[in-house]
């Protein structure tokens, strides 16, 4: 994991300048509940970004806005927002000034597609703990879940007829869930009724490929997947973000699909594992369009966007 981390800040700090064009077809993973034909009764159509690591450097903001249209042009429902949406507060040199000035970009960027509601996940990067005490406003999570109008670190919500769960990766060993927080999984999955639909969102990876080679998983896959197992009568997908990699596994028929970052190599030209030109070593910066179907279908396509 020392690594892992250590190569991910190197990325971070040798950023590259400009933007280059990238066309690629889209990527689709389909996912069929067990014993269940494909529907063409879509339910639901969502946009997954994440890790779009916003700030002043790079053109950032305005490459998002260029994503953010192209997006739009999906008429998605609503936004799932996969956390590490600034570039990054939790280095011990950040300084307040600088972290507000990352939340205010994303703030004015925010307000050009606010017409859309928005669930959130707490990203590794996105908290400050180098405040200068546990009780100014901006140490930790609180002011991070206030800057996303976030109702908790972790809650859920259902929309037609389909279950929420977003979860608070951010925990003890680095991608976990709290004691508090398992209770309260083990409580909604029990009170979800058999044989619904539920989508998952995690900032770290419950369960991965790209995490085999380079880390980043959830350290605690074992419990989680165990006690989606528990729940074999629901139909249980989730996504994730953090690699800045696109993959999918299945496990016990559960579904796990890591979609790439908005911002590919942190909105940088890359490096010398890039296979391309802003690609996170094999994966372009992109976007999933999700789509959710009555009989608990969902198919996952991610969008290389050429920003």
């Known amino acids: 994991m020392k690594n892992y981390n250590s190569k991910r800040r190197e990325a971070l700090k040798k950023l590259g300048m400009a933007a280059g064009a990238i066309s690629l077809s889209p990527i689709q993973s389909i996912a069929l509940p067990k014993k269940l034909k494909y529907t063409t009764n879509r339910l639901l159509r969502l946009a997954h970004i994440t890790d779009i690591h916003l700030s002043s ?4 903001p305005n490459r998002f806005r260029k994503c953010l249209s192209e997006i739009k042009d999906h008429d998605v429902d609503f936004f799932l927002n996969g956390g590490d949406t600034i570039m990054a507060a939790d280095y011990s040199h950040i300084t307040r000034e600088s972290v507000i000035e990352q939340w205010n970009i994303w703030d004015q960027v925010r307000k050009e597609f606010d017409t859309y509601k928005m669930y959130s996940c707490l990203g590794n990067h ?5 405040a200068p005490n546990k009780d100014d406003e901006m140490y930790g999570k609180d002011y991070v879940i206030k800057k996303l109008g976030m109702p908790n670190r972790y809650y859920s919500f259902s929309q037609k007829g389909w279950y929420f ?10 991608g976990s869930l709290d004691e508090e927080q398992r209770t309260w999984l ?20 419950i369960l991965g490929v790209s995490t085999i080679p380079y880390g980043g998983s959830h350290t605690d896959s074992a419990y989680i997947t165990k006690l989606f197992y528990e729940h074999s009568d629901k139909k249980i997908h989730c996504i994730s973000g953090h690699m800045h990699l696109l993959d999918s596994a299945t496990y016990n028929n559960v579904n796990y699909f890591c979609n790439g970052s908005l911002s590919g190599f942190w909105w940088g030209e890359g490096n010398k594992d890039s296979a391309k030109k802003y690609w996170y070593h094999e994966t372009p910066p992109g976007y999933a369009i999700i789509d959710l179907f009555e009989d608990g279908s969902i198919t996952n396509t991610y969008y290389p966007h050429s920003f």
């Open 57 to 60: 450097a790079n053109d950032a």
């Open 165 to 174: 769960i977003i979860l608070d990766s951010n925990n003890k060993n680095a």
């Open 186 to 205: 083990e409580n909604e999955l029990d009170r979800i009724p058999n044989n619904a639909s539920v989508l998952v969102m995690s900032h770290y990876p």
């Open 126 to 130: 996105d908290m400050w703990w180098a």
